[in-house]
């Protein structure tokens, strides 16, 4: 019996309070209104971001569903929506993409809007809030138009979720912020899931050597599968990391990225790279309201310093091109895969990113 124009009774992780476990809950998921498309879940990642909402440290109103990395099927679209149909597979957008307004317009940027749903969601009689214009923490969920991809109807769903969230952030900083060349010199701080898919967009565009620097060791391997030629430790070193990266490149990379989300990574990124014309990419999401203070020299003798959400790319009409570049294996997802778990054992997904055990888990529905 179709579902469509019907409210839908389905199991989401519903976060009540900061700092306490999801609870999986029965929850009611209204159908979508003119231009909104609801999605039957498949799979979704965890990232960071998820976390930092549980900690507090990313300010949201509670109590809400997170998720915002993951990959589903179109259960119905509400009316006037013409880009997705019944059937579809999709991948959710964080970064929205309306194509109209002056950001989406403009050739090099990609939007970052905050839609507000209010009502989509109701658990035990209270409304709850949606997440990122995303919410895969759930069964269902209802999204706008400008915020849902349809890709390949061959992709596997349990992959490409990645492509939702930090396989993109990571890859196309490489290859679309910093714009990496043939032959060049890389430095990444930071072997998260979305450091090593930096290192994945870096290999991509040709660099010679790709540095890796992480003060837990254990993560060299992975990266060096993944295309690094140099691992660091900067807690083997007296001197700062700066200088020892300035020393093994001859005097400052050519790119430098920071994906661990710290103040003193950034400037040391910012550092390392060459006076004259080194460019450094900001990708990790600083602490809330902290400044950095710096001698503007750095950027005056040639030093480009920028960042970007989501690697910089247009949401809605990227996302279906690197869900077909993964099926042509122009880049692996496999290695940030580190566990799969069913949804129910979301919690058990967070534990292992907190412990460092994972890199990416994999949730199940
Ligand atoms: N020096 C070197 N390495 C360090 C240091 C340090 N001082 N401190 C920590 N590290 C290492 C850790 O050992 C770890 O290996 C790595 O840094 C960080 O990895 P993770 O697993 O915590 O993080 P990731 O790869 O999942 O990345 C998350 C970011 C930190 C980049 C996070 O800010 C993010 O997801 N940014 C994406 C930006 C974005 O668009 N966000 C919006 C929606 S997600
Ligand atoms: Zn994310």
């Given at each position: 019996?179709?579902?469509?124009?019907?409210?839908?009774?389905?199991?989401?992780?519903?976060?009540?309070?900061?700092?306490?476990?999801?609870?999986?809950?029965?929850?009611?998921?209204?159908?979508?209104?003119?231009?909104?498309?609801?999605?039957?879940?498949?799979?979704?990642?965890?990232?960071?971001?998820?976390?930092?909402?549980?900690?507090?440290?990313?300010?949201?109103?509670?109590?809400?569903?997170?998720?915002?990395?993951?990959?589903?099927?179109?259960?119905?679209?509400?009316?006037?929506?013409?880009?997705?149909?019944?059937?579809?597979?999709?991948?959710?957008?964080?970064?929205?993409?309306?194509?109209?307004?002056?950001?989406?317009?403009?050739?090099?940027?990609?939007?970052?809007?905050?839609?507000?749903?209010?009502?989509?969601?109701?658990?035990?009689?209270?409304?709850?809030?949606?997440?990122?214009?995303?919410?895969?923490?759930?069964?269902?969920?209802?999204?706008?138009?400008?915020?849902?991809?349809?890709?390949?109807?061959?992709?596997?769903?349990?992959?490409?979720?990645?492509?939702?969230?930090?396989?993109?952030?990571?890859?196309?900083?490489?290859?679309?912020?910093?714009?990496?060349?043939?032959?060049?010199?890389?430095a990444v701080f930071g072997l998260?899931?979305?450091g090593?898919?930096v290192?994945?967009?870096?290999?991509?565009?040709?660099?010679?050597?790709?540095?890796a620097v992480d003060?837990?060791?254990?993560?060299?391997?992975?990266?060096?599968?993944?295309?690094?030629?140099?691992?660091?430790?900067p807690?083997?070193?007296?001197?700062?990391i700066?200088?020892?990266l300035?020393?093994?490149?001859?005097?400052?990379?050519?790119?430098s990225f920071e994906v661990i989300?710290r103040?003193?990574t950034m400037?040391s990124a910012?550092?390392c790279?060459?006076?004259?014309?080194?460019?450094?990419?900001?990708v990790g999401?600083?602490?809330?309201?902290?400044?950095?203070?710096?001698?503007?020299?750095?950027?005056?003798?040639?030093?480009?310093?920028?960042?970007?959400?989501?690697?910089?790319?247009?949401?809605?009409?990227?996302?279906?091109?690197?869900?077909?570049?993964?099926?042509?294996?122009?880049?692996?997802?496999?290695?940030?895969?580190?566990?799969?778990?069913?949804?129910?054992?979301?919690?058990?997904?967070?534990?292992?990113?907190?412990?460092?055990?994972?890199?990416?888990?994999?949730?199940?529905?």
């Amino acid at each position: 019996m179709s579902t469509a124009g019907k409210v839908i009774k389905c199991k989401a992780a519903v976060l009540w309070e900061l700092k306490k476990p999801f609870s999986i809950e029965e929850v009611e998921v209204a159908p979508p209104k003119a231009h909104e498309v609801r999605i039957k879940m498949v799979a979704t990642g965890i990232c960071r971001s998820d976390d930092h909402v549980v900690n507090g440290f990313l300010v949201t109103r509670l109590p809400v569903i997170l998720g915002h990395e993951a990959a589903g099927i179109v259960e119905s679209v509400g009316e006037g929506v013409t880009t997705v149909r019944p059937g579809d597979k999709v991948i959710p957008l964080f970064v929205p993409q309306c194509g109209k307004c002056n950001i989406c317009k403009h050739p090099e940027a990609n939007l970052f809007m905050r839609l507000s749903y209010t009502l989509l969601f109701t658990c035990r009689g209270k409304p709850i809030r949606h997440f990122l214009g995303t919410s895969t923490f759930s069964q269902y969920t209802v999204v706008d138009e400008m915020s849902v991809a349809k890709i390949h109807a061959d992709s596997p769903l349990e992959k490409v979720c990645l492509i939702g969230c930090g396989f993109s952030t990571g890859y196309g900083s490489a290859v679309k912020v910093a714009k990496v060349t043939q032959g060049s010199t890389c430095a990444v701080f930071g072997l998260g899931g979305v450091g090593l898919s930096v290192i994945m967009g870096c290999k991509a565009a040709g660099a010679a050597r790709i540095i890796a620097v992480d003060i837990n060791k254990d993560k060299f391997a992975r990266a060096k599968q993944v295309g690094a030629t140099e691992c660091i430790n900067p807690q083997d070193y007296e001197k700062p990391i700066e200088e020892v990266l300035r020393e093994v490149s001859g005097g400052g990379v050519d790119f430098s990225f920071e994906v661990i989300g710290r103040l003193d990574t950034m400037m040391s990124a910012l550092l390392c790279c060459q006076e004259a014309y080194g460019v450094s990419i900001i990708v990790g999401v600083p602490p809330n309201a902290q400044n950095i203070s710096m001698n503007p020299m750095l950027l005056l003798t040639g030093r480009t310093w920028k960042g970007a959400v989501f690697g910089g790319f247009k949401s809605k009409e990227s996302v279906p091109k690197l869900v077909t570049d993964f099926m042509a294996k122009k880049f692996p997802l496999d290695q940030l895969i580190t566990h799969v778990l069913p949804f129910e054992k979301i919690n058990e997904g967070f534990d292992l990113l907190r412990s460092g055990k994972s890199v990416r888990t994999i949730l199940t529905f």
